[in-house]
């Protein structure tokens, strides 16, 4: 009895060594992996950029002083951002007449990718190298259903599979060829970079089924994210090492504030995935405007596990400027005041696409972002 006692305490101090340590994370930033590449500090037009143009993007959030635990970068919008085995790379499905048509950013980050790869270059394995330098959390972040819409942005995948088509380049989760390509491309993506985790964002687009019950669709996400959660586990005994799984969780396109209820009727349970030790961490945010109405306290009594995440769009309407500092800050400090675990920023850098009338982000604020107000 006793030998068994102490094999049982071994195996429970083994099991603890392994499990990774709950991370306190202030700001989570999502930097979009296409712009950074063509736009710099004060470019009034579409620019050639260097790889010390890609270290400086890090270091504009990642600077002495900033908040900013957690960097992820995007690598892909139903098209990957390097060259690959499993998907198809931006703009290669384009026709000449569609290429013609480009806007000259576009043109721009094509010359850019073909400049950095064929010198042997991964702007991206550069970005998330240079955040670990830095000391933050480096992830890849993956769209799981981006439905841009953009010639530039469309497949192989979807132009040979009909029957797998939503709209816009969209796939319909709800066939196996769509799940097992899905798995396909974040195999490769895991293994090509060295990484902390990935980020599952199923808020690029938030729609995954052409139609089918609410159960039977849960269930089939469940599995489709349950197989993620084994292939990311396999990489990471490979190299030793945990790597994390965090999912960004779809809205309904803004009609209501996202609820654990509403991202089920899409067909995610994310309190499940949780619950089966699925997903490492969680991010609540809405689709692309800011309300400041966020149900963390719903989202929180539904995720005791794991650190819940509060994100913050970066305009408030169509056609408005981009949040000030002061509004970032005061958005933040809301969303802890709420509950939530920390702050997650989406498409802050936005102001810069704007070209001649683009005006600097307000990086400044992350020195203070995610502190709660003083009464």
Not at 166 to 192: H, K, W
Request: proline fraction near 5%; charged fraction near 25%.
């Amino acid at each position: 009895m006793r030998h068994l006692f102490l094999l049982c305490c071994l195996a429970f101090a083994v099991s603890a060594a392994a499990a990774p340590p709950t991370k306190q994370r202030r700001v989570l930033y999502n930097l979009d992996g296409d712009s950074c590449l063509f736009t710099r500090a004060n470019s009034k037009a579409p620019v050639a950029t260097t790889v010390d143009d890609v270290k400086r993007v890090v270091e504009e959030i990642a600077y002495r002083g900033s908040r900013v635990d957690t960097f992820l970068v995007c690598i892909n919008a139903q098209v990957v951002y390097y060259p690959t085995a499993v998907g198809t790379m931006r703009g290669e499905r384009s026709t000449p007449e569609e290429r013609a048509a480009w806007p000259a950013s576009e043109h721009q980050l094509a010359q850019n990718f073909k400049a950095f790869y064929d010198a042997g270059i991964d702007p991206y394995a550069v970005m998330l190298a240079e955040a670990k330098r830095r000391g933050r959390e480096a992830f890849i972040t993956f769209r799981m259903n981006d439905a841009h819409g953009n010639d530039f942005l469309r497949t192989k995948f979807w132009e040979d599979h009909s029957e797998c088509r939503l709209p816009n380049g969209a796939l319909d989760f709800g066939q196996s060829e769509s799940r097992d390509y899905t798995v396909r491309l974040i195999e490769e993506a895991v293994r090509r970079y060295r990484c902390d985790g990935i980020e599952l964002d199923f808020n690029r687009f938030p729609r995954f089924f052409k139609g089918g019950a609410a159960d039977e669709n849960v269930a089939i996400m469940n599995g489709l994210v349950s197989r993620i959660k084994d292939v990311v586990t396999e990489i990471g005994k490979v190299r030793h090492r945990h790597i994390l799984i965090s999912v960004r969780v779809p809205s309904n396109f803004g009609r209501t504030p996202p609820t654990p209820e509403s991202a089920r009727a899409l067909g995610c349970d994310v309190p499940a995935w949780v619950r089966n030790g699925w997903v490492d961490f969680v991010t609540v945010s809405e689709f692309l405007f800011e309300r400041g109405d966020l149900p963390i306290a719903a989202w929180k009594a539904a995720i005791t596990q794991v650190p819940v995440y509060g994100g913050i769009e970066a305009i408030k309407g169509s056609g408005q400027h981009n949040l000030t500092g002061e509004e970032y800050r005061q958005a933040g400090a809301r969303l802890l005041s709420s509950g939530a675990d920390g702050i997650y920023l989406f498409n802050f850098f936005t102001s810069r696409e704007l070209f001649e009338k683009a005006y600097e982000p307000p990086y400044e604020v992350l020195k203070v972002l995610g502190v709660k107000l003083t009464q």
